[in-house]
């Protein structure tokens, strides 16, 4: 038995909390978590069922935490793990799964797999089990505190250039601001226009914000990768920014996993609660819409839909917001057959998009997405994550020119394209 092996299946053993004992124990093993998760439905194998994935935390609670397990193994006959199970298992857990939840919702027991799977990873990872794409997002993420290297000089140099667009001074390090905006590197990389469009929308509604030179990073890679220490530590970095800056509220940026690690796991993976409110710029922006500070002028005449994130929707509960802001500038809005809480994951969540190996995989599963769009054939898909908006490009460019002409646009920016920012011109 090799030392990383070893440390795999102490980890692994830690994992073992109540919530995972109940689960495994209570599991009738009837397989309509199968049906819900994208990975099986689109390709039919049998090792992609969100319980199979969870296949080595239940070997090990049954050989160890069972009578019968106990028993099989005082004789010799017990079912243990091996290296070779943690090898097998290392596609399965993080380029077969997005840790997107939607088999948790139907479980007719109640068992939130999604959890469990998380759990697989903590393990795997420990023993190096883990992707390489992921090994070393994480340690970009604690060496330069972004997953994808983004550094303090090119955030600057982002702010810089949507200052000039939007004609709106971008002041960081604001001591005593409300509000502290973190960003995802995929946002600062491939949609700088969401900063552009926060600056004009809380001018207009007069919210005082800032940004962290300290840290401004909402990605947690710990969480993807399955990795406690880390997502502590990188969550420990927020908590710094957000003490030393003095805020009163986080908020969480146009990114699915981000939200979901700082708005509900981050008190249990720093233990200890946060001295501050975290709230989704969806949210924030629907407040500001109810309070009469975020208003509009026209709208577009696209026929478009709303993809769900499933960490602000599923996992987050933010359903509601996305719909009244899109009332506000999208009068041709059609749902997709499932939407809100029961959404189809684009396919690219819990470090999937980071997993290169993975890009057959995850065109694979994407057809979920074409078919719900080809049922209702929009011009253009609205979401509210960037990580999200980016499975969606290169799903919809491996699905040929004709899908590629379907237009991605971000929430925030739609709403900001309507924005009214003289309030003496407002309707
Ligand atoms: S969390 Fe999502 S991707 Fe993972 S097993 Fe469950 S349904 Fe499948
Ligand atoms: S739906 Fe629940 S009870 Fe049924 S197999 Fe899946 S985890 Fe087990």
Redesign the pocket.
């Known amino acids: 038995m090799s030392e990383r092996f070893e440390q795999g299946m102490s980890t692994l053993r830690k994992q073992m909390d109540a919530r995972v004992v109940s689960?495994l124990s209570?599991?009738?093993?009837?397989?309509?978590?199968?049906e819900a998760c994208l990975f099986y439905t689109e390709t039919g194998d049998p090792r992609y069922?969100?319980?199979y994935k969870v296949e080595p935390l239940r070997r090990l609670w049954h050989g160890e935490y069972t009578f019968w397990g106990k028993l099989a193994s005082a004789f010799g006959f017990g079912s243990t793990l091996t290296e070779q199970d943690f090898a097998d298992w290392e596609e399965l857990v993080y380029d077969g799964c997005t840790m997107c939840g939607r088999?948790s919702m139907?479980?007719?027991?109640g068992?939130d797999?999604a959890y469990m799977i998380r759990k697989v990873k903590e393990g795997l990872a420990a023993a190096g089990y883990s992707p390489d794409d992921l090994k070393s997002a994480a340690q970009r993420a604690v060496e330069i505190g972004s997953p994808m290297g983004v550094t303090l000089a090119t955030l600057q140099a982002t702010i810089s250039v949507q200052e000039k667009e939007c004609g709106i001074p971008i002041t960081m390090d604001r001591e005593g601001a409300d509000y502290l905006c973190l960003f995802s590197s995929g946002e600062i990389v491939g949609f700088p226009e969401f900063i552009g469009s926060i600056a004009r929308i809380f001018k207009a509604a007069d919210v005082s914000w800032t940004i962290s030179s300290d840290y401004f990073e909402a990605t947690n890679t710990g969480v993807q990768i399955g990795n406690s220490a880390v997502a502590a530590q990188l969550i420990e970095r927020i908590v710094s920014a957000a003490e030393k800056l003095k805020v009163k509220y986080v908020i969480s940026p146009e990114c699915g996993h981000a939200y979901t690690t700082i708005r509900w796991d981050a008190p249990n993976i720093i233990g200890r609660p946060l001295p501050f409110d975290v709230v989704h710029i969806l949210e924030l922006l629907d407040q500001l819409r109810r309070e009469g500070r975020l208003k509009t002028r026209g709208s577009t005449d696209m026929h478009l839909t709303y993809h769900d994130p499933c960490n602000i929707s599923r996992r987050g509960g933010v359903v509601r917001e996305p719909r009244h802001l899109l009332d506000m500038v999208a009068p041709n809005f059609e749902e997709m057959s499932d939407h809100g809480a029961m959404n189809w994951c684009c396919g690219g969540g819990g470090g999937v998009s980071t997993i290169e190996r993975a890009r057959d995989l995850r065109t694979r599963v994407f057809n979920v997405k074409k078919r719900q769009l080809d049922e209702i054939g929009v011009e253009a898909v609205v979401t509210a994550c960037s990580n999200c908006r980016h499975t969606w490009e290169d799903g919809l460019e491996a699905y040929g020119p004709e899908e590629d002409v379907v237009e991605l646009i971000g929430l925030t920016e739609l709403v900001a394209r309507y924005l009214v920012e003289d309030e003496s011109r407002a309707r």
Not at 26 to 34: F, K, L, Q, T
Not at 106 to 109: I, L, S
């Open positions: 689960y209570s599991c009738v093993n009837c397989g309509v978590c199968a069922t969100p319980i088999c139907v479980c007719p027991v068992i797999i």
